[in-house]
């Protein structure tokens, strides 16, 4: 996600230098981690995610707690009182449960990192959006990420200017 974001911005940047011919390159950089972790929204989020998290756990847990019911009754002495077409039939629903519980982790894994983005992706969009602007705004040619580039000319930290026009603290 950091490549993606470092790439909008740079192509941001060279879109916006390739119409100033033979201006002064004016640089800046940001941390739009720091940026994105200080809005109030992210915060937002961040519950949501925990509650949706919580739903998934809670989830696994109620199919867990069903499957060693079943596996419990299966595994008593009462299976005497079963058919032998019963027992055959609550051991393939015993064994398609396990399967459901193997896959199901996965699964949630990838429910939880779409939820992720689906609530990150707006917040992103707003944190860049307010960057270009103020770029844009303060005459900015080049803004890079912060821990993009190991060696960089001189340039001006944006995140005060970005929280400002976000009005973030």
Known sequence: MKKIVTIVLMVAGMIGASNQ????????????TELIQSMPETKKADSALAE????LNQNFEDQKREFNEQDSILSGKD????TKAQ???KRKSLAE???KLQGYQQ???QQYQQKQQELIAPIQKKAIDATQTVAKENGFTYVFIKDALLVSPPAEDLLP????KLGVK
């Open 161 to 164: 200017l970005v929280k400002k």
């Open 107 to 109: 699964q949630a894994g």
């Open 87 to 89: 027992l055959e039939l």
């Open 21 to 32: 011919s033979h201006a002064q390159s004016k640089l800046g950089y940001i941390s739009l």
């Open 52 to 55: 949706f998290s919580a739903a």
């Open 97 to 99: 449960m396990y399967l």
């Open 79 to 82: 299976t005497l009182k079963y």
